[in-house]
């Protein structure tokens, strides 16, 4: 009896044994489980993308993956050449940076508007972070081209609350599906080259944006630098409703000379390649971002004027 009893209690505690063993590996599992991203959630840096601008430097921030982050930087030395970046770096929702190491730097000549030559990468491992700030600017840390700042052109938020409201429109009743689309008619209209189109003062230089049709706008510049003698470009480009831009790539540049009477004594031409962009910020507001003129034009903002009767 004593016997069996022994061997009863020994049969027991090996399954007791096999049965903690056992528990082990889904233990483990789960906490594996516990720390990886959930590929649904989204990027935080969605909330900060768009352009940013400081003096000749400007910068484009977009989101990659679960944390990541993908950067492009140019800074333009003369009309044509400059220096370019690219990088990719994680965001730490802690110190609200983005930290990378694989920073590509790059001397380019452009020779239009998205065209460049890369005439020499001058490092590829670059390393530090850009830090996003309370008030919606950026402050770039590298360490070979540190702290530089930059100012937001252009914010643009993610589009969270318009998915919502169609997935809201989509298991509502029929009837409430016409609104929804004359709602998001109504928002792309807002994009429209027509609501832009119009001109533009800042001191002595008035800029005219005409809408041809199509998107094509029509540009021109009117810059009086004395009395008798004014600057005057012309140009033409597409409108990218996304980005609320004109890109151009057909500036021409003419110096007219004024008699007394206001009869043209001389119209010279200095160029016939100019290229750049018109920026509109969407509050009557607008830049005039152009290479060969970047000495003279950058920092300015000018304002559209009011239709006569409004």
């Given at each position: 009896?004593?016997?069996?009893?022994?061997?009863?209690?020994?049969?027991?505690?090996?399954?007791?044994?096999?049965?903690?063993c056992?528990?082990s590996t889904?233990?483990?599992?789960?906490?594996?489980?516990?720390?990886?991203?959930?590929?649904?959630?989204?990027?935080?840096?969605?909330?900060?993308?768009?352009?940013?601008?400081?003096?000749?430097?400007?910068?484009?921030?977009l989101a990659?993956?679960?944390?990541?982050?993908?950067?492009?930087?140019?800074?333009?030395?003369?009309?044509q050449d400059?220096?370019?970046w690219?990088?990719?770096?994680?965001?730490?929702?802690?110190?609200?940076?983005?930290?990378y190491t694989?920073?590509?730097?790059?001397?380019v000549?452009?020779?239009d508007?998205?065209?460049?030559?890369?005439?020499?990468?001058?490092?590829?491992?670059?390393?530090?972070?850009?830090?996003?700030?309370?008030?919606?600017?950026?402050?770039w840390?590298?360490?070979?081209?540190?702290?530089?700042?930059?100012?937001?052109?252009?914010?643009n938020?993610?589009?969270?609350?318009?998915?919502t409201?169609?997935?809201d429109t989509?298991?509502?009743?029929?009837?409430?599906?016409?609104?929804a689309?004359?709602?998001?008619?109504?928002a792309?209209?807002?994009?429209k080259?027509?609501?832009?189109?119009?001109t533009?003062?800042?001191?002595?230089?008035?800029i005219?944006v005409?809408?041809a049709g199509?998107g094509?706008a029509?540009?021109?510049?009117?810059?009086?630098?004395?009395?008798?003698?004014t600057?005057?470009w012309?140009?033409?480009?597409y409108?990218?409703?996304?980005?609320?831009?004109?890109?151009?790539?057909?500036?021409?540049k003419?110096?007219?000379t004024?008699?007394?009477?206001?009869?043209?004594?001389?119209?010279?031409?200095?160029?016939?390649?100019?290229?750049?962009?018109?920026?509109?910020?969407g509050?009557?507001?607008?830049?005039?971002?152009d290479?060969?003129?970047?000495d003279?034009?950058?920092g300015m903002?000018?304002?559209?004027?009011p239709?006569d009767g409004?």
């Open positions: 009896m004593k016997k069996s009893i022994a061997l009863l209690l020994a049969l027991m505690l090996c399954l007791s044994l096999f049965a903690a056992g528990k889904p233990t483990g599992n789960t906490d594996d489980s516990a720390v990886q991203v959930d590929e649904d959630t989204q990027n935080p840096v969605m909330n900060f993308i768009g352009d940013y601008i400081n003096d000749r430097c400007s910068m484009t921030l990659e993956g679960a944390l990541g982050a993908k950067v492009t930087a140019y800074w333009g030395e003369t009309a400059g220096y370019q690219e990088l990719t770096g994680t965001f730490d929702e802690a110190t609200m940076r983005i930290n694989d920073a590509v730097k790059k001397s000549t452009y020779t508007v998205d065209v460049f030559h890369v005439n020499d990468i001058i490092f590829e491992n670059g390393k530090g972070y850009i830090q996003i700030n309370d008030d919606g600017t950026l402050t840390y590298d360490e070979q081209d540190e702290n530089m700042s930059f100012e937001p052109l252009e914010f938020p993610p589009e969270v609350a318009d998915t409201e169609a997935a989509t298991a509502a009743a029929d009837t409430t599906e016409a609104p689309s004359t709602d998001a008619a109504d792309e209209e807002t994009r080259l027509a609501d832009f189109a119009g533009y003062q800042s001191d002595r230089c008035s005219v005409t809408d199509n094509d029509k540009i021109e510049v009117s810059w009086g630098s004395s009395a008798f003698e600057a005057e012309t140009m033409s480009g409108f990218d409703g996304d980005t609320m831009r004109i890109n151009y790539s057909d500036g021409v003419k110096v007219v004024y008699a007394e009477d206001g009869s043209i004594v001389e119209s010279k031409t200095e160029y016939e390649d100019g290229y750049g962009r018109i920026q509109f910020y509050d009557g507001t607008m830049a005039w971002q290479e060969k003129e970047a003279q034009v950058i903002v000018f304002n559209k004027l239709v409004q």
